[in-house]
């Protein structure tokens, strides 16, 4: 019978994996990947010599049907994404959605995802938060910013580095400048950082650095 097995892979030190992933990944028959350059690193790294297959934002709409009948040639495919858990704020929540519909079994291990250990190491409440990941580009921002504003639990966003100092500014605005925030960068990887403190002095603190790189997280406290 066939099976998809959601296998987390590393946000930055590959030591993060778990054995469990890389026997998984080993005894399967085929690996779906976000981008097959990049898995294909990691898979050398632990010699693991299986057939991959990419599957990412661009094909996974037209190409579905072929991924699905593809799943149910084989006995174990495992899906994995370039960092982290696949269908957080990542490819793979289409085909884990339509392997239920086809009576596929499912089956998501555990393991690594940036906005576990951002938050638990940021000082703010997490014993309720929101998950949001990334904001909107253009169509919806201001909207989704003002309605997050109003929220009382601590909230999550991903951000990428040539947005930051925009989002901060913008954090600045709808959620006051008092607004208590740490922003994560390079989670897991040597430059690991956390930046703490209100809303100006965040974005104060990115707004002196010449560049800005890596993966990011930002939290923010919920509102009075």
């Given at each position: 019978m066939a099976k998809l097995i959601i296998v987390p892979t590393p946000i930055g030190n590959l030591e993060d994996i778990t054995l469990r992933a890389i026997n998984v990944l080993k005894e399967c028959d085929l690996i779906l990947c976000e981008d097959t350059r990049t898995s294909s690193k990691l898979l050398r790294h632990f010699q693991i010599d299986k057939p991959c297959i990419a599957y990412h934002m661009n094909n996974e709409h037209k190409s579905m049907a072929r991924f699905i009948d593809v799943i149910k040639s084989k006995e174990k495919v495992c899906l994995i994404s370039d960092a982290g858990t696949p269908a957080i704020s990542d490819p793979g929540f289409l085909i884990v959605r339509e392997c239920i519909k086809n009576e596929i079994e499912v089956e998501c291990l555990p393991g690594p995802t940036a906005f576990v250990p951002a938050l638990v190491a940021s000082g703010i409440p997490c014993d309720r938060f929101f998950f949001y990941g990334f904001l909107p580009h253009k169509k919806g921002r201001q909207t989704a910013l003002m309605s997050l504003a109003e929220m009382e639990n601590t909230i999550v966003l991903y951000e990428s580095p040539h947005r930051l100092i925009k989002a901060l500014e913008q954090i600045k605005e709808f959620f006051g400048e008092?607004?208590?925030?740490?922003?994560?960068?390079?989670?897991?990887?040597?430059?690991?950082?956390?930046?703490?403190?209100?809303?100006?002095?965040?974005?104060?603190?990115?707004?002196?650095?010449?560049?800005?790189?890596?993966?990011?997280?930002?939290?923010?406290?919920?509102?009075?």
């Open positions: 008092n607004r208590q925030v740490c922003v994560a960068r390079e989670i897991s990887k040597m430059y690991e950082s956390y930046i703490r403190g209100t809303a100006e002095e965040v974005l104060n603190h990115y707004k002196e650095k010449e560049s800005i790189k890596g993966e990011i997280v930002i939290i923010l406290a919920g509102k009075e």
